[in-house]
Structure formats: C-alpha cells, structure tokens
C-alpha cells in the first residue's frame, strides 16, 4: 500500500496561485497514474488531473490553467494551479495506482488516497 501525504492547501484570491504536493512512500512506478482529484461541498469528487509516464491528463475546465508534474526521485507529484477561480474551491485529494490502467479519469483505478488539502478560493 503506498502512503500518501498532501500540502500545500490554502486561502487565495481569484487569479491567484497555489501549489500542491502529494509525497508518496511505498512501491510507486512512474508508469503507474498518480492524480489529483477534488470534491466541493454537497458533490461527488471527481477527475482534475493525472500523470503516467511524460503523459498527462486534465479535465476541460483546469486545461490551461493547472498543470500536474512528478519528480520520480521524490516520488512527489505536483499540481501547480495558476488563474484559481471560486469555482475550484474544494478539498484536493492525491491518489495512486498500484499497477498501470488506461482508465485515467476514474476514481476506482486508484487504490491509494491522501486525507485532502483544503483549497478556498473566495468570490
């Protein structure tokens, strides 16, 4: 099972930036996904981001705007998120695959999760 740690969560105005941080411990493969999802108050957690291999995947509405990355010797992935809108306001979740899946954008491909780090964009 890998061990994952988020940071990186916080208040900041619209047009603003963060970074996230997942750290993971344990058996980890660059050719195995690791992502980023969010779930918003009173709504189902869904897709932002994942990384497998030099590949990447976002949804449409973070395209342009966020970008996910991995330093395999730190087995720590990245989500930098530039232009944050109120919108984008939840709890961001990392998550890991423990073996390689082409189904990128489902939560069921993941079998590892963090506790979430909370990212609050005011109106």
């Known amino acids: 099972q890998v061990q994952l740690v988020e940071s990186g969560g916080g208040l900041v105005q619209a047009g603003g930036s963060l970074r996230l941080s997942c750290a993971a411990s344990?058996?980890?493969?660059?050719?195995?996904?690791m992502g980023w999802f969010r779930q918003a108050p009173g709504l189902e957690r869904e897709f932002v981001a994942a990384?497998?291999?030099?590949?990447?995947y976002y949804r449409d509405s973070v395209k342009g705007r966020f970008t996910i990355s991995r330093d395999n010797a730190k087995n720590t992935v990245y989500l930098q998120m530039n232009s944050l809108k109120p919108e984008d306001t939840a709890i961001y979740y990392c998550?890991?695959?423990?073996?390689?899946?082409?189904?990128?954008?489902?939560?069921?491909?993941?079998?590892?999760w963090g506790r979430g780090t909370q990212v609050t964009v005011p109106s």
């Open positions: 344990g058996r980890t493969s660059s050719m195995y996904p």
């Open positions: 998550a890991a695959a423990k073996s390689y899946t082409n189904s990128i954008y489902l939560r069921g491909s993941y079998d590892s």
């Open positions: 990384i497998r291999g030099v590949s990447t």
